[in-house]
Structures are given as structure tokens and as C-alpha cells.
């Protein structure tokens, strides 16, 4: 059903991407520390050989095959690396940067969310901005903020989770079920429940949890009646899907109707944009399609969230979806840069409503 309804194949070349992405990057000094002081990331070939890629020692020097051209399929090895310096240069496609600007080009992210990789895989913790200056009072205060909204959004999604299997969720859980929707699939997307009107809510929660209400208002869960001082939940009785950033952090949800309630209201709401959500450089399932889309060298840009579900549970865990919304250029650069020699399948629904 899914294939029948694709419409465009498009391959976006890695030079245009690299024109798309900027290709420089700069090199900090020491950007990370270990919990105690004194850490810093692991050798850049450590980092290589974690994803996978030999590096073979060569005299003094080391080199492995570039994965950033060729497939990483090159018969020589053209990409050197230095680990005194942190640096690596492909001598074929020009790929330079150091420990972070390789992350960053490998996994598809921005260099600020590769340092957040690097330090949460090798438990650093991220103590200076990446140009390498002394942070700021505002700086760290902007980071502990940042902090606070990534653990307030993960306990909306536990709340979530945990709703949807009491029985407030029967209706929800039924309607999962005749989508075909596996517990395992609602498992590993974290799928949940969104309390109806009666029923203890999210703010409630979250307050006694020692959130703010402005905290909640800001990320876009609640909202303040007016001329009252408390607090609305603003997803109600809806299948919560949360959406993850590039690094993994959950940054909001798409939230669909549960019959019988279709009909009262959208069928599906997103979290309103923010500094964290935006719509529009967000891809549905990135960190679940990471590694496929690497393995395979491709990615599958869908439209709705069900259809990522549901491709991903047939076994083609290379699909992204892009939140419902018309694909924006950020969105098919991200999908590009999940696959190598940055190939995207655009399967788009010549009628995305109606297949959600
Ligand atoms: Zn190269």
C-alpha cells in the first residue's frame, strides 16, 4: 500500500549536500571534561573504530577508507588520520575536521548536538561551547535550562507510556491494535496516552515532580485558562507520539485523535514550535533509522508518523517521516545525511490524511 503511492525518487549528490551543509569546521580545543575534571573525548581513532570503520596503522600515520565518498567502498584507504591532533583529512573528497566536525558528518548532526553524542557515548560532561571559549554565567545557565526541559519532556513520556497501558487507554490501545501497531513497535517508539478530560493530567504530574508551571506553558504541554490560575493540559485523549531530536532527546510530540473522539478537533496536533521543536528541521524516527539508513545508504522520507511505525516494524527501519508537515529543505538535508552517498527516497501519499 505504503509503495504503491510513492511518487518521487530522489538522489541528492554529496557535493551539493556538502554546498547544502557548509563543509568547514572548526577545531576546538579541549571541549569536554569528565564528570571530576580532567576527561576529554577518546582518540579520533577510537571514535572511528566504535562505528565501525578499520583503521589500519601505516608507519607513522593511520588511515582508514572514507566514509564520506565511494560508499565508503574505496580500495586505497584515503582518509589520514592524526590523533595527536584530532584532526582527520580525506586526500580523495576533502573531508577534514577534527573529532566532533567527524561525528557531526558521520551521523547526519549539527557539530554542537555531535559534541552531546560524544560526551553522553564516553561520559564526558560538556563543560565548554564549542569554540572552545570559558562558558558564560548566561551560558551555563542556558545549558542547566536545556537540561531541565530534556527531563521535563522525558517525564511527560513516561507519563505517557504509563497511561496507555491503564485503563484509561483501552480505547487508545484498541485502536493500536487494529492498525496493526505490535506492543514491541509501541515499545521502541515510546508510544503513549494522553489522559482525557476527568482523569489525573500531565500538569498535575509534572508539577509534583517540581517543574514550573511556565516550564510546562513553554514547551507547549499546558496552557493557562483564562482568568485562571492553573494549569490545562494541552493534549487531551490522544495517541502521544514523541519526537526525538537528531541526538536522541525528545523534543515534543505529534498527538492523534482516539475514536470515538474523531471528528472533535484535528486528527493530529504537533507540539507548537520552540526553541527546541521546530517542525520543520525534525525527521520522525531519525534515531531509530540512523544505523539502517547507514547500513543500507539510504533513507526513506515518509509523511506520517503511522507510516514510519509501520515500515519500520516490515522491516524497513531505514524510514523517516517529516511530522505531517510539507518537507522543508532542513528536513531532506537531514534525511541525506543519515545515508552516505546521500540517497533519499521521497514516498510521499498522494493523500497523507487519508493514510494517517
Ligand atoms: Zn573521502
Known amino acids: 500500500m505504503l509503495w504503491g503511492c510513492m511518487t518521487i525518487l530522489t538522489l541528492i549528490s554529496r557535493p551539493s549536500l556538502r554546498r547544502l551543509v557548509g563543509q568547514s569546521r572548526s577545531c576546538g580545543t579541549v571541549v569536554a571534561q569528565a564528570a571530576g575534571g580532567g576527561g576529554k573525548f577518546p582518540k579520533l581513532s577510537r571514535v572511528l573504530e566504535d562505528r565501525g570503520i578499520e583503521v589500519q596503522q601505516r608507519g607513522n600515520s593511520m588511515k582508514a577508507k572514507c566514509p564520506f565518498h565511494g560508499n565508503g567502498q574505496e580500495r586505497t584507504p584515503s582518509l589520514a588520520i592524526n590523533d595527536e591532533k584530532g584532526l582527520y583529512h580525506c586526500f580523495s573528497c576533502e573531508a577534514s575536521g577534527n573529532v566532533a566536525g567527524f561525528v557531526a558528518e558521520y551521523e547526519g548532526v549539527g557539530y554542537s548536538e555531535a ?52 485503563p484509561e487507554g483501552a ?46 506553558i513553554d514547551v507547549g504541554l499546558a ?77 526513506v522520507l515518509v ?22 508537515t510539507a518537507i522543508s529543505e532542513e528536513q531532506l538535508r537531514l534525511a541525506a545525511s543519515l545515508s552516505p552517498s546521500a540517497t533519499v527516497i521521497l514516498a510521499l501519499d498522494a493523500d497523507a490524511e487519508g493514510s494517517q
Do not use: W
Open 115 to 166: 559534541m552531546d553524542l560524544l560526551c553522553r557515548e564516553y561520559g564526558l560532561v560538556r563543560s565548554r561551547p564549542a569554540n572552545g571559549a570559558p562558558q558564560t554565567q548566561a551560558q551555563r545557565e542556558a545549558a542547566e535550562r536545556r537540561e531541565r526541559t530534556r527531563k521535563l519532556l522525558e517525564a511527560a513520556t513516561a507519563f505517557y507510556v504509563a497511561a496507555l497501558s491503564r
Open 171 to 216: 480505547a487508545c490501545m484498541q485502536m493500536l491494535r487494529e492498525r496493526k501497531v505490535s506492543a514491541q513497535s509501541a515499545h521502541i517508539f515510546r508510544l503513549g496516552f494522553s489522559p482525557s478530560a476527568g482523569q489525573p493530567p500531565l500538569s498535575q504530574h509534572l508539577l509534583s515532580l517540581g517543574f514550573r508551571q511556565d516550564e510546562l
Open 223 to 299: 496552557y493557562r485558562r483564562e482568568g485562571s490560575a492553573s494549569l490545562v493540559d494541552r493534549f487531551r485523549a490522544r495517541l502521544m507520539i514523541p519526537i526525538a531530536s537528531a541526538a536522541g532527546d525528545i523534543v515534543g510530540f505529534g498527538a492523534r485523535v482516539v475514536p470515538p473522539d474523531e471528528g472533535g478537533g484535528a486528527k493530529y496536533l504537533n507540539s507548537r514550535d520552540s526553541p527546541i521543536f521546530k517542525k520543520g528541521s525534525l525527521l520522525f524516527g531519525l534515531p531509530h533509522a540512523r544505523r539502517a539508513a547507514r547500513a543500507k545508504d539510504q533513507v
Open 303 to 324: 509523511e506520517g508518523y503511522m507510516d514510519v511505525i509501520a515500515l519500520h516494524a516490515a522491516g524497513i527501519a531505514h524510514a523517516v517521516g517529516c511530522l505531517g
